[in-house]
Each structure stands twice: as C-alpha cells, then as structure tokens.
DNA sequence: GAATTAAACTAATAAGCGTTAGTTTTGTAA
DNA sequence: TTACAAAACTAACGCTTATTAGTTTAATTC
C-alpha cells in the first residue's frame, strides 16, 4: 500500500496535477487514463478520488493556472512606464520562459483546451481572447510612438505568440541549443523585422 | 437507409476521410468516436467498414497526405535555380496556402500525429524530421551566400514554421483580415527581421 | 496503547468504445 | 425481371472507461 510522496511544501492534490500534466502532455487529455495516471503515481486509479474531485478538475487547474500565470505578469507589465518595445520584449521573455519551465502545464494548457466542459470552456476561451486583445493594444501604441513598424497589429501578435509556442519543439533539440542563445535568437527575428529602423 | 453521397471525382473512402478530418479538429482524435463520424455522414458506425479499414487508418491517410504534400513542394522547390530568399517565400507561401486550403488536415497532422501507431508514428516523425533539415539546410545556404544575417538556421527555421503554424488561430478571425493581407504581412514580420539590407 | 482520521485497497457499476458477423436493402447490368 | 454486387442495416462482442461504495490499512493524536 504504498502511499503518495509529498514533501512540505506540496500537497497530494499537487502531486497529482503535476503528474497529470506530464501524462496529458505525452498522450493527451483523452488519450489518459485514471489507470495510467494512478500508475505513473505508484496507487491504485480509485485511490486518486480521496484528494480530487475528476478527471476533467485536473485538466481545469492546469488550464486556468497556466492562464493565470500569463494574466497577473502582463497586469505587472501594464503597470510600468517603459517604452512598448521593452514591454513586448518583457513578454516575449515570459513566454519562453514560461515554456521551458513549465513545459508540460502550458503545453496541456495550448492543446487540451478543448476538452474543457462548459463553462470552463468559454471562460478559458474568453479569458485568452482578452489577452490576445491587450497584446494587440500594446503592440498599436508602440504604432503610435513610432517604435514599431506600420504593420497589421493582430497579425504581428499572433505570429509573436505562434512562434513562441514553437518552443514546444526545443524540447526535442535541447542539447543542440544553449536557452539564452535560443531566447535571443527568436528575440531578434521576431523584434527586427518590427522595430522601425 | 440513406447511403453515403459521393460525386463523380470522390470516392466515398475520400468522403470519410474529409468528414474524418473535420471532427478530429474540432474533438481530437481520442475524443471522437466512430458513431459520431458516422452519424455526421449519415450512416451507421458498422456501415463505415464497408469502406474504411479502422479508424486509426482514417488518421494515418490524413498524417501522411499532409506530410507528402509538403515532400512533394519541397522537392519542386529544390529543383529551381531561384535566390534562396525567393525559394523560401515561396515555401512560406505554400505552408500559409495549405493552412488555409486543406485546415483540417493540416490541423490534424500537427496535432494528433502522436495517436499514431507504430510504425507510422516513426516513419511520420521521420518524415518530419528530414523536412526540418532540408528547410535549415536551406536557411544555412542562404547565410553563406550573404542573402540572410547571420543568424542560428535552426531556430529561423523553427520560428518560421511554428509562426506560419499560427495561422489556425485566423479561422476565428477569418473575417477581420483578407487572406493577402495576412501572407503579406507575416512574409514581411519573418523575412524581414531576417534578411541583410 | 486506544481512538481517530487519512488514505489506501478491492470490487463493482453503467456507459461507451471499436469492431465483427450476419442479414437486408439498394443500385446496376444482363 | 432476374442475378449480382455494393453498401446499408441490426445486434452483439469483448474491452476499457471514469467513478462509486464499502472495507481495510496506515499514520496521527490523545
């Protein structure tokens, strides 16, 4: 009967999701099951109902936390008096670093979405589209300034977000990329072909 | 006892294989059952086997459709004597042109290629893997005959790729944008960021 | 050491899954 | 009209699923 570790700070529950993230993240959501989940922890499947409620609550907290995290930081970084640039540039950092830090949650969180039930659906949905919006409002003031190029601002946020989503595939190339270099690469191609020369 | 309709120029395999495409999409491929795929044909489940040899068939035909198609581009592309700058427009053109002629498809290669079997999953990967390189390989010509910065050819590639990938999101906002609006202007966010002036 | 609580276990549930077998209907060609 | 083939149907198979109920074991508290 072995039970499930959970040093000070982290409590079964969190064990659990951590896990679950690992195992939604390779197989995906559907693809799961409580069994493997159950395994992959060392209990048994029914042993996981004494700390979470269902399958689907574990996919709700590691969607809204992943939405969470990118909520509060960009609340942060509306709050300072930098120029856009440095904003975007601010998050552009975020992004990749929360990509290679939390790699399974925001990996489950892009592509698991979907599996959500109402009205977490809608809420998470709605919750990324207001984000989206505010990238797109950053990027229009730095328009404005004249820091960046007359380009289509919805177009420029969303291949900003796309491409550093692809950091998905850095996990693959890990040993052939140093991190920093690996920031600035895509830093410099995504900024340089923006930033009024 | 409503039969499945095809006309002159599809069979009816290809007919389950488009609706097949349109509901791994929307649910994912673990999520969608085979009485849903029948039922939005208009058959039953049992009356698809008349056609179709499992359902994990219906997934390897739209993986590998996807990945020749782009195969097949690359090798035409390759065979011309045009500036690499031109050859990689024009791949990003077709990679922008596939996104939005053949979405569903391409939305599932990228997305559900994991619930392959083996040994497609590997020949998929692989398959994958050796267009990545000849796209970096490319990339790298490009720095050696001074046409492109400096730049880390693997992690253009990865950027280029993932942001062209973006282009999923647009069928939210279909509407907002004209689609030569929205080449142009992610051609111009990547290219320009990467080629010397 | 006894009592209590936390957390594991076993066993079972009902529902849904892909797929098959066998049968019936439909469309086509002689 | 008859014969044949294509493609639908119904019914069922065995299996897996998430989840629940009830029980037992382990850890904690008094």
Redesign the pocket.
């Known amino acids: 009967?072995?039970?499930?570790v959970s040093s000070k700070n982290t409590t079964?529950k969190e064990v659990i999701i951590k896990k679950a993230a690992i195992l939604f993240r390779k197989k995906g959501f559907a693809a799961?099951?409580?069994?493997?989940?159950?395994e992959s922890i060392?209990?048994?499947?029914?042993?996981?109902?004494?700390?979470i409620?269902?399958?689907?609550?574990l996919l709700q907290s590691i969607c809204f936390k992943v939405a969470n995290d990118f909520t509060i930081h960009l609340n942060e970084i509306e709050n300072t008096t930098s120029p856009v640039v440095s904003k975007l540039e601010n998050i552009i950092r975020f992004h990749i670093n929360m990509m290679l830090n939390n790699y399974d949650e925001v990996f489950v969180a892009n592509h698991e979405w979907k599996q959500l039930e109402e009205p977490f659906l809608s809420n998470f949905l709605n919750q990324r589209k207001i984000y989206e919006s505010r990238l797109i409002e950053l990027v229009n003031q730095g328009i404005l300034k004249k820091e960046f190029k007359n380009i289509h601002p919805q177009v420029a946020v969303l291949t900003i977000l796309s491409a550093v989503r692809g950091l998905e595939f850095w996990h693959r190339h890990k040993k052939n990329v140093k991190i920093k270099e690996l920031e600035s690469n895509i830093l410099d191609h995504l900024l340089n072909g923006l930033i009024r020369k």
């Open positions: 009967m072995a039970r499930i079964k799961s099951s409580m069994r493997e989940l159950a060392g209990v048994e499947a029914s042993s996981l109902y004494n700390h409620g269902s399958k689907i609550e």
